[in-house]
Nanobody, 127 residues
């Protein structure tokens, strides 16, 4: 069983930055691709980013390109999501998830690709 724990959420003003972390409990977690998703109140969960098992492949949804950066440190079993130039529409609960497919597949944006999920961390962008 792979357990994921997100942290780093909080309240930030528009234009500000936050760095989210997703830490895994399992030693062999570098067999998994990691996705970030978010869910705003009253909206469906949407994909944000994906990073393959060894950082070879990274992808983002258009709405966060050039603002968010994902990276992973396999020695620390942690994936980071650096979020800059935050907007009110980025407000959501952010989740990380692990897929047994170690690369970001063509369907990486689908929640069904991921078998393990964290509990989420709240991000609020507001003045």
């Amino acid at each position: 069983q792979l357990q994921l724990v997100e942290s780093g959420g909080g309240l930030v003003q528009p234009g500000g930055s936050l760095r989210l972390s997703c830490t895994a409990s399992r030693v062999l977690w570098d067999d998994y691709a990691i996705g970030w998703f978010r869910q705003a109140p009253g909206k469906e969960r949407e994909a944000v980013s994906c990073v393959s098992d060894h950082n070879e492949h990274i992808d983002y949804v258009d709405s966060v390109k050039d603002r968010f950066t994902v990276s992973r440190d396999n020695t620390e079993k942690t994936v980071y999501l650096q979020m800059n130039s935050l907007r009110p529409e980025d407000t959501a609960v952010y989740y990380c998830a692990a897929s047994s497919i170690p690369w970001c597949s063509g369907n990486w944006y689908s929640a069904s690709e991921y078998q393990y999920w964290g509990q989420g961390t709240q991000v609020i962008v507001s003045s």
